[in-house]
């Protein structure tokens, strides 16, 4: 959600009001109240002994038959999706949710109120720098009942989103980019829907207890039963795209990407924000430093500029890290946003280009073959690049081991190396290179 600030956001003030919930039927009174910086957003059961908190945390997800539950042991709070929708809409990353039930109030069943709730209470900018998820390649989901949300790099907030009920009734679709003036003009205000033949299951189940005409719409094969006229004429796949924002926000995190929707639901939902997660812990477990791999010396930069020939913009090679016997060879490559083509690549969003990772491969083989021969009087020269492969987008901020292993070596004129880039434990291009020597 570029558009929000890139410091943290909480209420300026509390403020609340009350309502009748719409699963459980029960009235609740409900107070939204600040909370500190890393903080999170936290319900609290004020009806309960001990006043529990729950995070708003993709793990204490609980259920999504029609909304979105989340708990901790045995508190629950139901239906969390539209205030949670609100806050994120809105820029807020620090809240407490106080409530005297387990469901807010479904006001008139769309984010509106909560909105109006959090411009009354105003919001205050706080010091810490605020936490995003920036998709780096494409993510899938794709679900039983049809559902496939697809999440692809984008330096903002996107949706695309199409929406089709049973038999395609009411199709539509919308692509906005999710800022906080946007959520409050386009999305916030569309309410939620059921269609009729749905209803008489839903209290079976006995939910919708709470639901009416001024709450929700109800489509009846090709008529929209409402209170009031419909507020936009694609009403729907925009109170759509309000749940997936209340849904994705279970991930405590801002995310800078495109989300392509189709036929969204509350579960297809929750399964994209649980591989969301599982991707930020691998990537928290791989920025937790790391010894270099052990090997036989290694060579400074100072030592790599009286070998080789290149240098700046094309040395490629930070420091050897070390040597394995003869025929094997471990560089080091740290990229930073100040690297010189990145104005140039991919602007706005920075890619390292792959042919650049294979000169890094090049210049560490190279070292290796110059340590072989025991002579800096040549210059190696690319004959060939064989089996090259490009398996992941390498961003700033990546640290780059580049091994090289000799395979082949025809006297001090031809030799082969396979070669690999390795970021984060995974292999992100690779290739066998064949090169030639020639004197100085």
Known sequence: MAATPDFQQTLAKSAGFSGTSLHTGEKVSLKLQPAPADHGIKFKRKD??????????????????RATTIGEGAVRVHTVEHVLAALTGMGVDNAIIEMDANEPPIGDGSA??????????????????????????PMHIETKSGSMLVLLPDKNFRISCTQAG???????????????AMFEKEIASARTFVYYED???????????????????????????????????????????????????????????????VKPGHGANAELARAIAKEQKRR?????????????????????????????????????????????????????????????????????PGVLQV????????????????????????????????????????????????????????????????????VVSEGELMFTFLDR
């Open 284 to 352: 928290d477990a791989m920025a937790i430093p790391r010894p270099l791999p052990p090997g036989q010396g290694g060579l400074s930069a100072e030592d790599i500029l009286s070998i080789l020939p290149h240098r700046y913009p094309f040395l490629m090679v930070d420091r050897i890290i070390g040597f394995e016997g003869d025929t094997k060879c471990i560089g080091l490559k740290t990229v930073t946003m100040n690297e010189p083509f990145f104005p140039g690549h991919f602007p706005g969003h920075p890619v390292m």
């Open 166 to 180: 049973p038999n395609n009734r009411f199709s539509q679709y919308m692509s906005i980019e999710v800022t906080p």
């Open 48 to 65: 309960l002994a001990d006043e529990p908190t729950i995070d708003a945390k993709i793990d204490n997800l609980k259920t999504v038959e």
């Open 199 to 261: 209803v008489e299951a839903l209290m079976g189940k006995n939910l919708i207890k709470g639901g009416s005409l001024e709450n929700a719409i109800v489509i009846r094969d090709n008529s929209v039963l409402s209170k009031e006229p419909m507020r936009f004429e694609d009403e729907f796949v925009r109170h759509k795209i309000l749940d997936i924002i209340g849904d994705l926000s279970l991930i405590g995190q801002r995310i800078r990407g495109h989300l392509i929707a």
């Open 112 to 137: 509106k109120p909560y909105v109006d709730l959090i411009n009354r209470a105003g919001l205050t900018m706080q010091e810490t720098p605020r936490k995003s998820f920036e998709v780096r390649e």
């Open 359 to 426: 000169e890094a491969m090049a210049q560490v083989a190279s070292i290796l073959l110059f340590k072989l021969s025991k002579s800096t009087n040549r210059i190696g020269y690319f004959m060939s690049a064989d089996d090259v492969k490009f398996r992941k987008p390498v961003f700033p901020g990546d640290t780059i081991y580049i091994h090289a292993e000799l395979t082949k070596n025809r006297g001090d004129r031809l030799a082969k190396a396979k070669c690999h880039c390795v970021v984060n434990d995974a």
